[in-house]
């Protein structure tokens, strides 16, 4: 099944607008709903990888570590050149072995490096595809050095590109200064779209991939914005999100994962599984034209207007009007 793809900035990665989010197979974050067993993730991948997904991304904080060992477990099931991309990240540590407490940041010119090495020997690949910070680092280490740190990996052959999760336009700034910053990793979502304003435009102006980080599952169930007491605004949301995946006989998943691929500068979304039939109500996204008609009314239920583009200056809807 052949998905659509496209270019993660100019890293020279093809990627398929979804992509599998496998932080569910770290046995438990302090927002990954619980243990997850192994062979129950491998099934979720291999189906993902069946339907046409062509990366995987995982993590290698301290106590989600195993997320890397089963993902390297698949790797090594498959055939020779068969392999998704992989991206990784570095720089986190777990408070506890338990995975359910949230992971600190913990980034340093010698952890980069042996945070590299150990995610190979879990993997069991001989080159990281995508390498990515977690978090900036607040122990007072200039993120120059850091990024310096990434970018000799990337020369050394090791890693063939490298990003950033959860950085603000001032630090990406001050990394490009150094090296081309490949792709962000921003929480962007319905429910927190802080990034349209400042980090994706600044990535489209810089041919920098954006990866949407999405929540795990059913997108509505780990949102506290759409659980009781719902607000006016979220119950219009639902409301119309649900109208929509009726329209294309898909699912709330797909038309809220397909919205944030619409967005000007946005390459691609990870959406987290924990079995094969999550994937399967998530896949549709990556096909799902939403029309201006659909656009308007989830701009209308988000009882805001749609928010402009720096980079194109123009609306979400008119863009996709203009395709």
């Keep these: 099944m052949a998905l659509p793809t496209r270019p993660l900035g ?16 770290g046995r438990g974050w302090f927002d990954g709903q619980g243990p997850q067993g192994d062979a ?12 046409g997904v062509n990366w995987i991304d995982t993590v290698s904080a301290n106590s989600l570590r ?3 060992e089963v993902v390297g477990r698949l790797v090594r099931q498959l055939p020779e050149g068969g392999r998704p991309y992989i991206f ?4 986190e540590m777990g408070h506890s072995t ?8 913990l980034l340093t010119l010698d952890s980069i490096r042996e945070n590299c090495e150990a995610s190979l020997l879990r993997l069991g690949i001989q080159q990281i595809d995508l390498y990515q910070f977690h978090w900036p680092d607040y122990t007072g280490i200039a993120v120059e050095d850091l990024w310096s740190a990434m970018r000799k990996l990337v020369e050394e052959g090791k890693v063939r590109a490298v990003g950033g999760s959860n950085l603000p336009v001032e630090l990406l700034e001050r990394c490009e200064e150094i090296g081309h910053v490949d792709s962000l990793q921003p929480p962007f979502s319905l429910m927190n779209r802080g990034a349209a304003d400042n980090e994706i435009p600044w990535c489209g102006n810089h041919r920098t991939g954006v990866l949407c980080w999405l929540p795990s599952g059913d997108w509505r169930r780990d949102s506290a914005a759409l659980n009781p007491p719902k607000p006016e605004c979220n119950l219009a949301l639902e409301d119309a999100l649900r109208l929509i995946a009726r329209r294309y006989d898909t699912t709330i998943a797909c038309v809220a994962t397909a919205w944030t691929l619409v967005w ?4 691609a979304a990870i959406v987290g599984s924990r079995s094969p039939e999550q994937v399967d109500g998530w896949i549709g996204a990556a096909s799902l034209q939403l029309t201006p008609t659909d656009l308007e009314e989830i701009a209308s239920a988000l009882n805001r207007p749609v928010q402009m583009s720096e980079r194109s200056g123009k609306d979400v809807t008119e863009s996709k009007r203009a395709e």
């Design 10 to 25: 100019s890293s020279g990665l093809e990627i398929t607008t979804v992509g599998f989010g496998a932080w569910a197979a």
């Design 40 to 51: 129950t993730c491998i099934a979720a991948m291999r189906r993902a990888l069946d339907l």
């Design 66 to 68: 195993h997320s890397e």
């Design 88 to 91: 990784t990240t570095c720089g």
């Design 264 to 267: 000007p500068g946005v390459t």
């Design 98 to 105: 338990s995975g359910m407490v949230e992971p600190c940041s």
